[in-house]
């Protein structure tokens, strides 16, 4: 981690498929002054989606390539990635692929009940954006996040907006 009293900040946010992730980083966006945007899942839309090893160094890479790119630029000044990184050791894997420059670096972690993820994605299946087997997948990896070395945000009953106001405060010392 970089000293704290340098300007760009790198913030990461991670949490089970389907607990709003997306949603959160992007009401962060705007909130945050000179801020960018990268969500992990855009680095690796493909059909037929496929992992292994080769589909994963791939995907790494797309996302160290623009996180890398998006620090450098001087005309941000906060970098939000946005990723399920349901182990620490993807947060340290992505973490030792930038590059050398001076980050603040700040750890979410989106939570919530199992109750209220099952409800989340029960209206994406309805809606046809995910396949019913994700339920299961999401809720074996919900109780990852509460064990890692972040700052977790429970999002069952947090709108959005609210969850992103939680962050900022807390990347600007207010929280």
């Not at 000179?34 to 839309?45: I, M, P, Q, R, S």
């Not at 340290?92 to 050398?100: T, V």
């Not at 099952?118 to 990896?141: C, G, H, M, P």
């Amino acid at each position: 981690m970089k000293g704290k009293d340098l300007m760009k900040n790198l913030i990461f946010i991670n949490g089970t498929m389907g607990v709003g992730k997306t949603t959160v980083s992007k009401e962060l966006l705007k909130l945050l002054p000179k801020c960018v945007f990268l969500d992990g899942d855009w680095c690796w839309n493909a059909d037929p989606f496929i992992v292994n090893d080769e589909t994963k160094n791939m995907v790494e890479n797309n996302i160290s390539h623009l996180l890398n790119s998006f620090l450098s630029c001087s005309e941000y000044e906060n970098v939000i990635f946005c990723w399920v990184m349901h182990e620490e050791k993807i947060i340290n894997k992505m973490l030792s692929l930038i590059q050398d420059c001076d980050y603040n670096l700040h750890l979410f972690s989106i939570t919530c009940s199992e109750n209220a993820l099952i409800e989340r994605l029960k209206k994406d299946i309805d809606n046809k954006v995910r396949e019913k087997s994700i339920i299961n997948q999401a809720l074996s990896r919900l109780s990852n996040y509460l064990n890692m070395n972040t700052t977790k945000i429970d999002v069952s009953d947090v709108k959005p907006d609210k969850a992103a106001d939680i962050m900022y405060k807390h990347i600007y010392g207010g929280g």
